[in-house]
């Protein structure tokens, strides 16, 4: 088996020191086993996506030194891929139409029962107003689609966890409906990450998923997708966040910690390296 592994980044900002530090992991675990290294450009929210920042992107891997392979694929370029997999999956995965705005799942969760969780990897989890509403395979996608399984044969799921948490994470469909519940896969005019993500990791037989673990919770997500959708799971690596001094995990604000002011400094790639513990 051939490792393949990724690297992909939205075209929405700056990457930071903690970009760095997950695509050089990905980059380095391919490269050590003979394998192959890809870069996917996550821009399905088109209003955020800018050219300039997938330049950049681009310019700053280079810099790093980190090579990739094949074409770099890009997600606003694959969305009748997305569409075809809910029609033909639409019952696997429980698909329906939720027409609800944010204002009206956070009235129905005005008074929760004491001790509910309301926050899932998914957001704010939601309570299941348009369950009843039927998915037609003739809709223009110009709703909200949910997921919601309402049985699987064992009700078990695992994924396998090669970082920090080592080991096969296992949990019941009953844990991750009052954990997570129904998850947004489709929403007004391009799909959800959960939906692209997993259909592109598919679709490049990627093996081996290195990212951080502010995402490990929706690998609940991704594994009963890939079960739903009959993928081959991957082996997962969530590694350590980079945080800045007060302890927050780095995001594309803080320019400050961007590849390229460190550049423009002129730090060279074995600086920021040693910088992220390399």
């Not at 995965?93 to 899932?120: M, Q, T, V, W, Y």
């Not at 949990?171 to 129904?182: A, N």
């Amino acid at each position: 088996m051939t490792f393949i592994t990724r690297f992909a980044p939205s075209p929405t900002g700056p990457l930071h020191l903690g970009h760095a530090y997950s695509a050089i992991i990905a980059h380095d675990m391919a490269r050590r086993e003979g394998g192959k290294f890809y870069v996917r450009i996550e821009d399905l929210d088109q209003s955020r996506s800018k050219m300039k920042w997938e330049n950049q992107i681009f310019d700053d891997l280079d810099w790093l030194g980190l090579s990739w392979d094949g074409p770099v694929v890009r997600q606003s370029e694959q969305l009748d891929r997305y569409k075809n997999i809910l029609i033909r999956f639409q019952k696997e995965l429980g698909l329906f139409e939720c027409n609800c705005s944010r204002r009206d799942i956070k009235n129905a969760l005005n008074a929760p029962h004491e001790g509910e969780k309301l926050l899932g990897p998914d957001g704010v989890i939601y309570p299941g107003t348009c369950r009843e509403n039927t998915f037609s395979s003739q809709s223009k996608f110009e709703n909200v689609l949910r997921m919601h399984i309402k049985s699987d044969k064992n009700g078990l799921f695992s994924f396998r966890e090669l970082g920090p948490r080592k080991g096969e994470i296992s949990f019941s469909l009953k844990e991750f409906f009052k954990t997570v519940g129904d998850v947004v896969l489709w929403r007004k005019g391009y799909p959800a990450y959960h939906l692209a993500c997993v259909v592109d990791d598919a679709e490049q037989k990627i093996t081996h998923i290195v990212r951080g673990l502010d995402l490990f919770e929706a690998t609940k997500i991704h594994t009963i997708l890939n079960s739903r959708l009959g993928f081959k799971k991957p082996l997962y690596y969530h590694h350590r966040l980079i945080c800045d001094e007060n302890g927050r995990r780095l995001a594309k604000r803080h320019d400050a910690k961007s590849i390229y002011k460190y550049r423009q400094e002129g730090l060279k790639a074995s600086d920021v390296r040693a910088l992220i513990g390399f």
